[in-house]
T-cell receptor, first 116, second 113 residues
Framework: AQKITQTQPGMFVQEKEAVTLDCTYD???????LFWYKQPSSGEMIFLIY??????QNATEGRYSLNFQKARKSANLVISASQLGDSAMYFC?????????????FGRGTSLIVHP | KAGVTQTPRYLIKTRGQQVTLSCSPI?????VSWYQQTPGQGLQFLFE???????NKGNFPGRFSGRQFSNSRSEMNVSTLELGDSALYLC????????????FGPGTRLTVL
C-alpha cells in the first residue's frame, strides 16, 4: 500500500522568497513516480513536476524543483522567488511505475499563502 | 489546443437519483482518469480508462461506474446517490496509460440533497 504524508496544513511566505513544502511517502513498489500538483481556488488541478524513483537528478521545472531524498523517502517541493499567484493548495502524489497498475495516491495537501 | 472539458460544472441531485458526468480529454490523449475530492477524504482515484477499457480502479463501490468512447471522451455514472457522494469530481487526461503528466479539467461540483 502507498501512503503520502504532507505535515504542513498551511504555509505562509513573503513574495519573492523561497518556500519548501514537505512530502514524505511510503511504498513497497520498487519503481514509482512522485508528482506535485497545484490547485488554485478555482478548483482545477495543475501538474507542476514529476520525479521518477530511479532518476539520478532532482527534477526542475522553472521556479519549481523537487528535492528527492530516496533513503529518507521524501520528495519536497521547492518554489523559488514566490509570486502572489502561487497562493493555492499543493498536493504531493505518487503512483507505481511498473506492473501495469497505476493507482495514484494523494496527500492531504498544503495551503500556501504568499504575502506581498 | 483546447484543454480538458467537463460538463456540467455544477449539479444538484437528491438521494437515490443517479447522475452522469462527462469529460472530453485533450485532443490526442487516450487516457482519462476520474477522481473524487472531498474535504473529509481528500483526493481519491476512481478509475482510469484507456482505449475504451477500464485499466485501473480505485476502492469505490460498484455504484460508481464509467465508460470511454472511441473518441476518448469519457462518462462517469453514479447510481443511487448518497449524501456522501457530494464532492468535486475531477477528470484528467494523458497521452498514455498511467501517464506521468496528467491534465485536469475544471471539475464537476456535485451536491446531493
Amino acid at each position: 500500500a502507498q501512503k503520502i504524508t504532507q505535515t504542513q496544513p498551511g504555509m505562509f511566505v513573503q513574495e519573492k522568497e523561497a518556500v519548501t513544502l514537505d512530502c514524505t511517502y511510503d511504498t513497497s513498489d520498487p519503481s514509482y513516480g512522485l508528482f506535485w500538483y497545484k490547485q488554485p481556488s478555482s478548483g482545477e488541478m495543475i501538474f507542476l513536476i514529476y520525479q521518477g524513483s530511479y532518476d539520478q537528478q532532482n527534477a526542475t521545472e522553472g521556479r519549481y524543483s523537487l528535492n528527492f531524498q530516496k533513503a529518507r523517502k521524501s520528495a519536497n517541493l521547492v518554489i523559488s522567488a514566490s509570486q502572489l499567484g502561487d497562493s493555492a493548495m499543493y498536493f504531493c502524489a505518487m503512483s507505481p511505475a511498473s506492473g501495469g497498475s497505476y493507482i495514484p495516491t494523494f496527500g492531504r495537501g498544503t495551503s500556501l499563502i504568499v504575502h506581498p | 489546443k483546447a484543454g480538458v472539458t467537463q460538463t456540467p460544472r455544477y449539479l444538484i441531485k437528491t438521494r437515490g437519483q443517479q447522475v452522469t458526468l462527462s469529460c472530453s480529454p485533450i485532443s490526442g490523449h487516450r487516457s482519462v482518469s476520474w477522481y473524487q475530492q472531498t474535504p473529509g477524504q481528500g483526493l481519491q482515484f476512481l478509475f482510469e480508462y484507456f482505449s475504451e477499457t477500464q485499466r485501473n480502479k480505485g476502492n469505490f463501490p460498484g455504484r460508481f461506474s464509467g465508460r470511454q468512447f472511441s473518441n476518448s471522451r469519457s462518462e462517469m455514472n453514479v447510481s443511487t446517490l448518497e449524501l456522501g457522494d457530494s464532492a468535486l469530481y475531477l477528470c484528467a487526461s494523458s497521452l498514455r496509460q498511467g501517464g506521468n503528466e496528467q491534465f485536469f479539467g475544471p471539475g464537476t461540483r456535485l451536491t446531493v440533497l
